[in-house]
């Protein structure tokens, strides 16, 4: 569409049926610039508390706005990685084994000092009673009521490979790659000059081989989950305020 979601980006009561996979895990803005981890469910304190209430408005402004764009009778659907009832998405020892090597980095001189503080995901997993607080007194939020919801245990792929094939080599260079294509571009805006090619080229090449060293060491399966969602609009809705 050109433009994020958390603008409107159809026409009011236009879409029969939404779909949205893991996109709104990302939040529209980082609410704190500096945080002691670059994953929240490992931050603590003041930085915790910010992103859990950027979290909150964030997901209820989604919500309010795919309503709108939703026809009477539409359905929303919604994938997002899932989370315990503390926040804990099964990504955290991976998530430590990056804030590692950012550090390391930082330590060698590949990175600044400055840039590293400035490191985070602007990603927030909310549990499943997180993702419903907005329906709790009277089971719609914006017109939209809670048609279906679940939570249950992603399958590892990688892992589930590497049982059957023994390459550990593989299994590591599988998860380093995934983890520099998902995340390591975000992660490097906090760079001087993000849009230097050669070094952000450079830097992540360094970072997928510290962090296999990491993984080479650790070897275990990422046990994550999975949450998803159906919403559906009513025909005749009151007035979202």
């Known amino acids: 569409m050109g433009r994020s979601f958390y603008e409107s980006v159809l026409p009011p009561a236009y879409v029969h049926l939404g779909w949205s996979a893991y996109a709104a895990m990302w939040l529209s803005r980082l ?3 500096v945080a002691d981890h670059i994953y929240v469910p490992c931050m603590k304190g003041a930085a915790s508390a910010a992103f859990r209430e950027q979290g909150k408005k964030d997901w209820q402004k989604f919500l309010s706005l795919r309503a709108a764009e939703l026809r009477p009778g539409g359905r929303l659907v919604v994938v997002l990685p ?3 009832d503390d926040g804990r998405t099964g990504f955290e020892p991976l998530m430590n084994d990056a804030d590692d090597v950012l550090t ?4 060698e001189g590949a990175i600044t000092k400055d ?3 400035h490191m985070v995901l602007a990603t927030f997993g909310r549990p499943l009673r997180e993702l419903l607080t907005a329906f709790a007194t009277d089971g719609r939020f914006c017109a939209l009521y809670v048609e279906h ?3 249950r ?6 892992w589930d490979d590497f049982l059957q094939d023994g390459d550990g080599g593989r299994m590591v260079s599988r998860y380093a790659a995934f983890y520099r294509s998902t995340f390591v571009p975000s992660l490097f805006l906090a ?10 080229a450079e830097l992540s090449d360094r970072f997928e081989h ?5 993984l080479e060491a650790r070897m275990e399966p990422i046990r994550s989950q999975v949450q998803m969602l159906v919403f559906a609009r009513d025909h005749h809705p009151k007035v979202c305020s």
């Open 31 to 33: 609410p704190t610039p």
């Open 82 to 84: 899932g989370a315990d």
């Open 104 to 107: 390391q980095m930082a330590d």
């Open 115 to 117: 840039e590293r503080e």
């Open 149 to 151: 919801c679940e939570r």
């Open 153 to 158: 245990p992603l399958p590892d792929a990688v």
């Open 191 to 200: 760079l001087a000059q993000p849009d230097e090619a050669q070094r952000k």
């Open 210 to 214: 510290l962090l296999k060293e990491r």
